[in-house]
């Protein structure tokens, strides 16, 4: 920003600074470009978003894709659940499966989506979180209701959300596949590419305006308004301040620049926090400080992964299953919609995994959980707070990160990795 002479700017600055940023026009811009989602308000509503995606699944909807995009799913879930190691189905079975007489309910028994497949002897549900949290025990009431009212087919959960969150409980992430909206925009775009010349030119507008709303609010990527608002209201708050106050009061300068921008204005105003996605970009750079002692394993989306190296001579850590490629059974993890530094106790054998869980709770690991299933959190360190009257700037994210994984390094790390060697007999580690 530019500063007056030996001081901070004038109301007036700040207010310049403001409409001559790119940043409100390039805002403006994607605003001007028509989508029905947008006018009708209901671009991060979980309702219509389980009601668009039910009406996509319908094997006789009035898209006139028939089961393609259903099928599509189905294949995108199992490959996940594959990969997870707890996949009911194979997309090879999906490829098979007739589904034809697939029913599909939005709503139902309080399941945002349900698809049930008779003839191939199948229930998917799927819990859909866009811009709330889950309730406590909802995923497993709603498996509990699928298993009762559907006896004879088997239940595939999905959890569906904008990162691919996996749920809170250990119990529910042992079962439901954790699914990003990244894929759901990825399914639309072969839609339109493969099936075009099939379906109504209405249709086809349609599908476009939903995967356009899906980049422009739900998913991460230069096209998302709702992060471009948030950057400028971060870099422009002394303005945005001034606008807010002038909103009832005709002919200031700042409620002149209102009536030109009311649009972007809004939006800006009322653009979500997003301090979080900034924390997950900058946890790499930040944890490279540290890279004689954490090296990365095997990422995911949303989900950074380090090992400690400290912990490579012991083998029973190394016996892995059906979790990263490496094989390591446990593993540091950072994951963006939990804002936390997770020491994480994967798949792998009982009794070293029944050990580990024993010394977090002997040894009083902070953050320790008592779950028994195959994901296991022994220690956990808060790595941002976004408590304030104002949203953290991505300087004030970096810093908070910066502090808790030195705060970590200081406190935690050694101790953690030392009770670690000494439970499987290896003396101490030192940072020297």
């Known amino acids: 920003m530019?500063?007056?002479q030996g001081g901070a700017q004038s109301p007036e600055q700040a207010l310049q600074a403001l409409i001559l940023d790119p940043d409100l026009e390039r805002l403006e811009d994607l605003l001007a470009d028509f989508n029905l989602f947008d006018v009708l308000g209901i671009a991060r509503r979980e309702l219509q978003h389980s009601a668009f995606l039910a009406w996509l699944l319908d094997p006789r909807g009035s898209h006139g894709l028939r089961d393609y995009f259903l099928r599509g799913f189905l294949s995108v879930a199992a490959t996940e659940a594959r990969e997870r190691g707890t996949a009911p189905f194979t997309p090879l079975d999906v490829d098979g499966w007739n589904l034809s007489d697939v029913e599909v309910a939005a709503e139902r028994h309080n399941i945002d989506i349900l698809m049930?497949?008779?003839?191939?002897?199948?229930?998917?549900?799927?819990?859909?979180?866009?811009?709330?949290?889950?309730?406590?025990?909802?995923?497993?009431?709603?498996?509990s209701t699928v298993e009762t009212e559907y006896r004879g087919l088997t239940p595939f959960p999905v959890f569906l959300t904008p990162n691919g969150a996996e749920p809170e409980e250990e119990s529910d992430a042992e079962r439901y596949v954790p699914l990003d909206y990244g894929k759901i925009a990825v399914l639309i775009d072969r839609v339109l590419e493969t099936r075009?010349?099939?379906?109504?030119?209405?249709?086809?507008?349609?599908?476009?305006?939903?995967?356009?709303?899906?980049?422009?609010?739900?998913?991460?990527?230069?096209?998302?308004?709702?992060?471009?608002?948030?950057?400028?209201?971060?870099?422009?708050?002394?303005?945005?301040?001034?606008?807010?106050?002038?909103?009832?009061?005709?002919?200031?300068?700042?409620?002149?620049i209102y009536s030109n921008h009311r649009d972007a204005i809004d939006l800006i105003i009322n653009a979500q926090s997003v301090p979080g996605t900034m924390a997950w970009r900058s946890i790499d750079a930040v944890m490279k400080a540290y890279d004689a002692h954490l090296l990365p394993d095997e990422h995911q989306k949303g989900i950074r992964r380090f090992y400690a190296t400290e912990l490579e001579e012991i083998p029973d850590l190394k016996k892995g299953?059906?979790?990263?490629?490496?094989?390591?059974?446990?593993?540091?993890?950072?994951?963006?919609?939990?804002?936390?530094?997770?020491?994480?106790?994967?798949?792998?054998p009982e009794e070293t995994r029944r050990r580990l869980k024993d010394l977090?709770?002997?040894?009083?690991?902070?953050?320790?959980?008592?779950?028994?299933?195959?994901?296991?959190?022994?220690?956990?360190?808060?790595?941002?707070?976004?408590?304030?009257?104002?949203?953290l700037d991505a300087e004030e994210v970096?810093?908070?990160?910066?502090?808790?994984?030195?705060?970590?390094?200081?406190?935690?790390?050694w101790p953690l990795v030392n009770a670690i060697r000494d439970e499987f007999g290896l003396p101490p580690a030192s940072a020297g």
Request: aromatic share 10%; proline share 3%.
């Open 2 to 4: 530019t500063q007056e």
């Open 116 to 143: 049930i497949g008779e003839s191939d002897k199948f229930v998917c549900l799927i819990e859909n979180k866009i811009g709330t949290g889950e309730h406590s025990g909802q995923l497993s009431r709603y498996m």
């Open 196 to 256: 075009r010349s099939t379906i109504s030119v209405s249709v086809t507008s349609f599908l476009e305006q939903y995967a356009q709303t899906l980049r422009r609010h739900v998913l991460d990527n230069t096209d998302n308004i709702d992060e471009l608002a948030y950057r400028v209201y971060s870099n422009h708050r002394d303005a945005i301040d001034l606008i807010i106050n002038a909103q009832s009061v005709p002919g200031t300068m700042a409620y002149r």
């Open 321 to 348: 299953e059906h979790w990263t490629g490496s094989g390591r059974i446990l593993l540091f993890e950072y994951k963006r919609y939990r804002k936390a530094l997770d020491l994480v106790l994967g798949p792998g």
């Open 360 to 391: 977090a709770q002997r040894d009083g690991f902070p953050g320790a959980s008592r779950g028994s299933q195959k994901w296991s959190y022994i220690y956990r360190k808060a790595v941002l707070s976004e408590e304030g009257p104002r949203p």
């Open 398 to 413: 970096r810093s908070q990160v910066e502090q808790a994984v030195a705060e970590f390094f200081k406190e935690d790390y």
